[in-house]
């Protein structure tokens, strides 16, 4: 462990409450150096939908690379991008009514958000974004003025500005967000600019599992279109069927002007984004973003290996969306006689505690007795299960029945507040 704390930087994260080195991971399982297997339930903080080293995207990649397929070639036309685009096209947008545009940003959600904040602006004419209350959709500059996480936006060092937030859906009891801003647009006095664009994300992974109602988000884009404001729709981390449909807003109906997607969508944990376009927004001139890393093509690959193997029909949604009803009724069953309480959608669902201390406690109980699972939420609150959407029910039940005994060891109670 020497080597880490001697010359990797003072940012790192993760590891320091998942305290060893790993060695090889398969499925929803984690190995360590010492031969130590771990239940993984944070799945790449949702880039592993579909779990470690999947063998149907391991076996397109290894036949790609065997056959000396272009590895790097910044936006050039390749086979393996020409499949990638038809296969998007033909399993995802066609049958969800989109005739989105496709571009490559970078390999990064962050750099998708940015792409998406530029083209707003660019396209409008107009300066101001507007965001929620424990959003989060990156740490580059642009995408961190819309984060509203403190000790995120604190790195930055200037500034951060261009963005008016308003409060996400339950962000306080009688409080409607969406009739505070409808009547702001409507007064020339309230202080609001109109706005290039809207970004929200339909649940909140890192903001503490808050997920938005279908009603919720109809009431916006009803605000956005009568005001000719743009919705960006972030689907970064909860989507690629994170929350039972591929994109995590379907339920509701709504139409996204611009949409991104990364995390899970190679499928493989390789870096990968795109953000949507409806055609008549494509108005960046050639080259106007870039990125050295924008078409990878090894990603492109898994990408398709994904989308053909799991998307083809209904039968991978209906067992994603088995699990997530699974999963809820567990923690909800959890959270009785505690100060707990459910949280999010699907597969990407948790449980809110008092504080963080006792979050943090839970999960580092988990971690000794051999599961992974992490925190969020503002002041790391809500323990958040991520297992990959390919976890077996046996698997599944598993790791829940971990998470059940480090809770019950903490002995909490209605009313209770730190742990025992």
């Known amino acids: 462990m020497g080597i880490f704390k001697d010359v990797e930087s003072n940012v790192r994260s993760y590891c320091r409450s998942v305290p060893c080195v790993f060695k090889s991971a398969k499925g929803s399982v984690m ?3 010492d031969g130590n297997e771990y ?14 080293n999947n063998p149907v995207l391991k076996a397109a990649l290894l036949e790609y690379i065997e056959s000396d397929g272009v590895t790097h070639g910044l936006d050039f036309h390749t086979d393996a991008k020409a499949k990638f685009l038809e296969t998007f096209q033909r399993v995802i947008l066609e049958p969800r009514g989109l005739n989105h545009v496709v571009m490559f940003p970078g390999p990064t959600g962050t750099n998708a958000v940015e792409a998406a904040l530029k083209l707003a602006r660019k396209v409008t004419g107009r300066h101001t974004i507007v965001s929620f209350t424990n959003g989060f959709h990156g740490v580059s500059m642009g995408a961190l003025a819309a984060t509203g996480n403190q000790h995120h936006r604190q790195g930055a060092g200037m500034p951060l500005d261009g963005v008016f937030r308003l409060p996400f859906e339950g962000y306080m009891e009688g409080l409607d967000g969406l009739a505070l801003f409808e009547k702001m647009l409507n007064d020339n006095s309230s202080g609001l600019d109109l706005p290039a664009a809207v970004i929200v994300e339909v649940v909140q992974g890192e903001g503490g599992l808050n997920a938005a109602s279908d009603e919720w988000l109809v009431r916006l884009e009803s605000i956005c279109r009568k005001h000719d404001i743009l919705l ?8 690629c069927g994170r929350t039972g449909t591929f994109f995590c807003f379907e339920s509701s109906g709504i139409e996204p002007d611009i949409i991104t997607l990364s995390k899970s969508l190679s499928g493989y944990g390789l ?11 494509d108005k960046f001139e050639p080259g106007e973003h870039n990125g050295t890393f924008r078409g990878n093509n090894h990603a492109f690959i898994t990408a398709r290996a994904a989308l053909e193997h799991y998307w083809g029909d209904l039968k991978f949604a209906e067992a994603v969306q088995a699990k997530g009803k699974h999963l809820r009724a567990r923690l909800d069953k959890m959270a009785e006689g505690t100060p707990l309480f459910l949280k999010g959608r699907g597969m990407m669902s948790g449980l809110q505690c008092p504080d963080g201390d006792i979050a943090s406690a839970i999960t580092a109980n988990c971690f000794r007795k051999g599961l992974i699972i992490e925190t ?3 002041e790391d609150e809500v323990v958040k299960c991520l297992a990959p959407l390919t976890t077996t029910m046996e698997e599944l039940d598993r790791g829940l029945d971990i998470l059940q005994s480090a809770i019950v060891e903490q002995n909490l109670t209605r009313g209770a507040g730190s742990p025992a």
């Open 31 to 33: 190995t360590d150096v």
């Open 376 to 378: 969020s939420g503002p």
């Open 39 to 52: 239940l993984d339930f944070l799945a790449g903080a949702g880039t592993l939908n579909y779990g470690h």
């Open 232 to 239: 960006i729709a972030d689907a970064i981390q909860a989507g």
């Open 271 to 281: 870096p990968f984004a795109v953000t949507l376009i409806r055609p008549e927004l």
